[in-house]
């Protein structure tokens, strides 16, 4: 700043000292003139134009010692599908109120599980279905039905993963049915209906021979019985170096989007008796952290040995943020609009180590990394608005709603011939 400061008072007294010499030069010029009987009408017209040349080099001065600062223009592309925002990471940035959302009615698509269709289930206002997501330094491509569907012809999509997995699956069917015009074309190719337990549904999409399939693996590892002669507190196992059995049926696919996370964690393990076994051995110390690199490791050793590279392209979502509150993460409390801040909801371990571990491979993974824009929106949850409203639910997402946003964004990236990685 005191450099600054020197500078202009330097440059003030240089703008001074001209001022002095071109008016003192003035005042002789005219008194020659005067003493050689030039006329007043002359002299005047003389001090007027020395007094224009003096005022256009002030003005010249001015603006070369202080230039013009002109606000920032932070200018947006709008990519198209093909060009993909591989420039831009676009899991950081707001939500933004929008009011051409949702996308679609979830009490019209027969795929919305009715237990996330907050709406049918009593939920009143409606606001947490208007927003958009709006990345910091680009756009995400407005939702194309038409195109998106034609260049999805004959394609295989498949989910793997746990409940937040299935959500997600169920809003890709229901934003791309809004561009089926005979709805009876869309169909579940077991006749079967969604429930929670189920581990395979498969939806086909006959116009456009386009199949989109969900397995439910919550560990993608192999969950197993307790081993001969565990203590009496071991009911069952993951068996961190076996992958699902029915990873097999997901390998014929375009592209594999995986999920995992809201399982591991001590209500879902320990507490039920379910420890982690590696071969032969139980691993009854192993914490859970730990445990979940290890069965990513094990993933990671069938994507690089299974997954044929050339036709399939994999993905991976992040820990997906719940707002359980109180001192036991016990209580839920829905609000009206999204939280202005992340209150530190933006990281998770379990996030963190997906990262880390998709970075070490050689196979191209994408990490749809949801977690800092799911951390504002405290009021998408399912909440007491469930086919079991006694039980309030702080995890799950509304239908429509956040799992949409995902879809758009999953979308953009299964249509665009770049790879993104999470730096």
Not at 21 to 29: A, G, N, Q
Not at 218 to 225: E, N, S
Not at 397 to 417: A, F, H, Q, R, Y
């Amino acid at each position: 700043m005191l450099g600054n400061f020197e500078v202009e008072q330097c440059s003030f007294s240089k703008l001074r000292q001209f001022h002095e010499r071109v008016l003192s030069f003035s005042d002789r010029f005219v008194k020659i003139h005067c003493k050689h009987c030039v006329s007043e009408s002359i002299s005047a017209l003389i001090v007027i134009g020395l007094f224009l040349s003096f005022l256009s080099a002030v003005v010249c001065t001015y603006f070369h010692v202080f230039p013009i600062y002109q606000p920032a223009v932070r200018t947006y592309t709008v990519h198209e599908s093909d060009d993909l925002v591989a420039k831009c990471n676009v899991f950081y940035g707001k939500w933004i109120p929008d009011e051409s959302y949702p996308l679609y009615n979830a009490s019209q698509c027969p795929f919305a599980e009715r237990g996330f269709d907050c709406v049918v289930n009593g939920r009143r206002d409606r606001g947490y279905q208007k927003w958009r997501w709006q990345p910091k330094n680009c756009e995400i491509p407005r939702f194309n039905v038409q195109e998106i569907l034609g260049k999805l012809h004959g394609k295989r999509i498949v989910f793997v993963g746990d409940s937040l997995s299935r959500t997600q699956w169920e809003s890709m069917i229901c934003l791309l049915m809004q561009g089926v015009q005979d709805k009876r074309n869309v169909h579940e190719i077991n006749g079967n209906k969604i429930t929670k337990r189920i581990r395979f549904l498969g939806v086909y999409f006959s116009s456009y021979n386009l199949r989109i399939d969900f397995y439910r693996s919550v560990f993608l590892v192999q969950p197993g019985p307790a081993p001969r002669h565990a203590p009496k507190r071991v009911k069952s196992t993951v068996k961190l170096d076996k992958l699902d059995d029915m990873s097999k049926e997901w390998i014929d696919s375009d592209f594999l989007i995986f999920n995992s996370g809201h399982w591991w964690t001590p209500t879902k393990l320990f507490d039920m008796g379910c420890y982690f076994q590696a071969g032969r051995s139980l691993k009854l110390g192993m914490g859970i952290t730990s445990a979940f690199r290890t069965a990513l490791e094990t993933w990671v050793s069938w994507v690089e040995s299974s997954v044929n590279r050339n036709r399939t392209r994999v993905f991976f979502r992040t820990f997906e943020s719940s707002h359980w509150i109180g001192r036991n993460r016990n209580k839920c409390k829905v609000t009206r609009r999204p939280w202005l801040k992340t209150k530190g909801r933006d990281h998770s371990r379990i996030s963190d180590i997906i990262i880390d571990v998709v970075k070490k491979m050689t196979t191209p993974v994408t990490v749809l990394h949801v977690t800092p824009m799911g951390a504002f929106r405290s009021d998408a949850h399912v909440g007491t608005w469930s086919d079991k409203q006694s039980v309030a639910d702080c995890s799950h997402w509304c239908l429509p709603g956040v799992p949409d946003t995902w879809n758009e964004i999953l979308l953009s990236m299964m249509l665009s011939k770049d790879v993104v990685t999470v730096q």
